[in-house]
């Protein structure tokens, strides 16, 4: 196999006679052929790579480690925190969820509507005006790749989870979805999926909610599902959902929306959103022959970022960044930066990291990004941060604010203001990075949700 | 004056009096009028029986505890200090105590709402604390705290519980902790002699049904019904297989909860066999939603004594 170095990113090398690995860009059990045996590629300074296909069968739960499997832990935080009445069912979920994984026929249907009703792959867009902004007065600068989950049905990457826990709900012969949404967007894809699939949809979502993304809350209803007003915000609703799946266990689903709660739900939504960093590795392959430098996305929950970083975990030369929701300021006491400001406990079932007061009560979080609303992150991120595998920072509602127009004028396209965190980072991020870096940022969901909170937003005002 | 009232049968005429002096308070400050007591009472600083001794003394009288649940602070903690009077002076053989939390996922609507009314005031572990610290004294039956894990983690295991029993606790039940993560706390209480309530549940499969009542201390707490807190019409007849299951796995008294309203509810269940009924959602309605803390503490006093009549 000849490569010219300069073609790689700078991090790596491929040796010479190396088969390299690849995963293919849906749940991988899948015994699909999307691409031919072989791929020869031209990049960019003339260079040519051939990539053998892969084995056909690699199975999902190859990646996922022991110690989660038979515990739900990461390190010390996961685990099952709820009620006694939840146990057996969370079991009977487990086991379900274990089954799916071995599954081919599960993995193809899965496939098939990721591709078709999704709409994946999602693509890996390379930002040339946003590069270009961020190059020194010599001309370098990182190039900045953007992972286009806007561009999944429903308008984020909430529905790579929500299709495959429908699927899962409907072979358990539940006929009831019940699920809470911040932003909407898991509102979405859930009724979505429950309509695709013909099952009951109750969504739970936090009042102020309902009227800050309104949008969202009329789709749901157009698609069939019944929307329950909680009061109060994202946290109570989800803690409403809860109590209603321990009143109907035996008929009714509780589709998490993200990679919180008790085990198995953080494994499950992360192995299904992990379909995000699988394409993205085969992408960056074909696009520059190497792996991305950097990854960085926006932390409410960390499905998005988990869903993009999982694949990469291992890869100690891919830098992990998740940018979290600093609202008002880190120490303005109106923020969502739990990693930054909060300290471990239990909370929705896991023992992670939670915004908590000096009686371990639970704090409402602020964010000009609804969805990035959440007092708590889901335990694997914690494992993440307390390893050190990955580094957290935050971004403020005005940078986000400015990221999204950023992003509009520069490249024409309207992130969701969640994702907009994930960019406004990159004005610290770049000025740092080597000449050449490959950096991707996850764009984990469309703006149109959010286009009047940008337009009338004023510095230091409630939207 | 703070006294200890045994409750022995010679004392049931002056718990009345006091009954008459408390619905008089205008303020719901803790207060015994020393005008119509006469004190007849033995002064004494001797601490109750813990949970399971208390269930032993009433199998041997043939009797079924009342248990009834009140959430701290709400409508405020001058309130709650009666209120656990008031229960102690009805009947109540144990009494649960709640923390009030932010996020009580195990509680339905009646106890989420008084949560967040007790919490809007103000209500904080300390003053829980002091209250008890108070109250405890002049009780005869023994308290249980019911409170969700974040905030005993948040304290510390280990302080949390040796702080509890200073103020007097002799049990405690959190809702949101599975046996499989039980070690800690089972360790720091067994260290701290305050009996650890386990639950078990109708979705609970018989063979961890089994590990559960061996490690629980005090009694099994059984969970009436899939869901969460909250009076239901009826208590399924579920629990009447569930609390046979339960005898044939240990000796260790069974106590039920989540649903129960009425008298008639508790002569169901006691007839089933339960050692002891938990009465909760329907005492804090009472309580939490009168008019006045003085009418919501009539309002305990007559329903606590007419589900005490039940189990007669």
């Not at chain 1, 789709?219 to 019944?226: E, F, I, Q, T």
């Not at chain 2, 005429?13 to 400050?29: E, T, V, Y």
């Not at chain 2, 029986?49 to 959430?71: C, E, M, N, R």
Request: hydrophobic residues 40%; charged residues 20%; proline residues 4%.
């Amino acid at each position: 196999m000849a490569c010219n170095i300069k073609a790689l990113s700078l991090n790596h090398q491929i040796l010479s006679g190396t088969t390299v690995e690849r995963k293919m860009g849906t749940a991988s059990a899948a015994n699909v052929s999307v691409v031919p045996e072989t791929v020869t590629k031209t990049l960019p300074a003339s260079t040519t790579l051939t990539i053998k296909a892969p084995q056909p069968e690699r199975l999902l739960i190859k990646t996922v480690d022991r110690k989660e499997i038979n515990h739900g832990k990461f390190g010390r935080f996961g685990g099952k925190y709820v009620p006694e009445t939840l146990m057996s069912c969370l079991g009977k979920l487990e086991a379900e969820f274990n089954l799916v994984l071995h599954d081919s026929e599960f993995q193809e249907e899965l496939t098939t509507a990721l591709r078709d009703y999704v709409g994946r792959e999602t693509p890996l867009y390379f930002a040339q005006r946003l590069t270009d902004h961020y190059k020194n007065s010599r001309g370098e600068g990182p190039e900045i790749y953007l992972k286009r989950e806007d561009l999944s049905h429903g308008g984020a990457h909430k529905i790579n989870n929500a299709i495959a826990q429908a699927m899962i709900a409907k072979r358990m012969g539940r006929k009831t979805i019940v699920a809470a949404t911040g932003a909407g967007q898991h509102g979405v894809a859930t009724a979505a999926a429950c309509a695709k699939l013909s099952l009951e949809c109750t969504i739970f979502m936090g009042a102020t909610d309902m009227e800050k993304q309104a949008s969202n809350v009329l789709l749901m209803k157009l698609l069939g599902a019944k929307v329950e007003s909680v009061e109060g915000a994202f946290k109570e609703a989800s803690s409403q959902a809860i109590r209603e799946w321990v009143g109907n266990l035996e008929t009714s689903y509780y589709l998490t929306g993200t990679v919180v709660g008790p085990h198995p739900c953080p494994s499950m939504v992360r192995e299904f959103q992990s379909v995000i960093g699988k394409e993205t590795r085969r992408q960056a392959m074909e696009k520059w022959g190497g792996k991305p430098d950097v990854l960085v996305a926006c932390i409410g929950s960390g499905s998005n970022a988990l869903g993009l970083f999982h694949e990469f975990i291992n890869d100690e030369d891919v830098r992990l960044i998740g940018v979290e929701a600093a609202g008002f300021g880190l120490d303005s006491g109106r923020h969502s930066a739990t990693l930054a400001r909060g300290d471990v406990g239990v909370y929705h079932g896991a023992m992670s990291y939670l915004l908590q007061d000096a009686e371990g009560q639970i704090l409402g979080p602020h964010s000009i990004g609804v969805g990035l609303e959440y007092p708590g992150v889901g335990p694997e991120v914690s494992f993440l941060k307390e390893t050190g595998r990955a580094e957290f920072h935050s971004a403020t509602d005005q940078e986000a604010i400015d990221a999204y127009r950023r992003l509009c004028k520069l490249e024409g396209i309207f992130p969701a203001l969640e994702a907009s965190h994930a960019l406004a980072f990159l004005e610290k991020l770049c000025p740092t990075l080597a000449n050449g870096t490959k950096v991707v940022v996850n764009i984990s969901g469309r703006g149109d949700k959010d286009s009047d909170i940008v337009f009338q937003y004023k510095p230091h005002s409630m939207t | 004056m703070a006294i200890a009232l045994k409750s022995t049968a010679d004392f049931l005429h002056l718990k009345k009096h006091n009954l008459a002096s408390l619905s008089r308070l205008s303020s719901g400050k803790a207060f015994v009028s020393t005008k119509r007591f006469t004190p007849m009472a033995t002064v004494t600083t001797a601490t109750t029986l813990g949970l399971a001794d208390t269930f032993s003394k009433l199998k041997t009288q043939g009797k079924v505890a009342l248990i009834p649940y009140i959430t701290a602070g709400d409508p405020d903690l001058s309130t709650t200090t009666e209120a656990l009077k008031v229960l102690d002076l009805c009947g109540a053989d144990i009494i649960e105590l709640g923390v009030p939390y932010s996020d009580p996922l195990a509680d339905g609507p009646v106890i989420q709402a008084a949560a967040t009314r007790s919490l809007a005031r103000g209500t904080n572990f300390n003053a829980i604390l002091s209250m008890l610290k108070e109250v405890v004294p002049e009780l005869s039956c023994p308290i249980a705290l019911f409170t969700y894990y974040n905030p005993i983690l948040k304290r510390g295991v280990e302080k949390f519980l040796s702080t509890v029993k200073d103020v007097g606790i002799h049990g405690l039940v959190v809702p949101d902790v599975p046996l499989e993560e039980t070690e800690i706390l089972r360790r720091e209480a067994l260290k701290n002699k305050i009996e650890l309530v386990l639950l078990t549940t109708p979705t609970t499969p018989i063979d961890r049904m089994k590990a559960i009542v061996e490690a629980s201390e005090g009694f099994v707490y059984l969970v009436s019904s899939i869901g969460v807190t909250g009076a239901r019409a009826s208590v399924s007849d579920r629990v009447q297989t569930l609390i046979g299951e339960i005898k044939e796995a240990t000796t260790k008294p069974v106590a039920v909860g989540f649903g129960i309203s009425k008298p008639e509810h508790v002569k169901q269940v006691a007839g089933w066999g339960a050692d002891g009924v938990i009465v909760g959602s329907a005492m804090v309605k009472l309580l939490g939603e009168a008019e006045s803390p003085e009418d919501g503490l009539k309002a305990l006093e007559i329903f606590t004594k007419s589900l005490k009549s039940a189990l007669a």
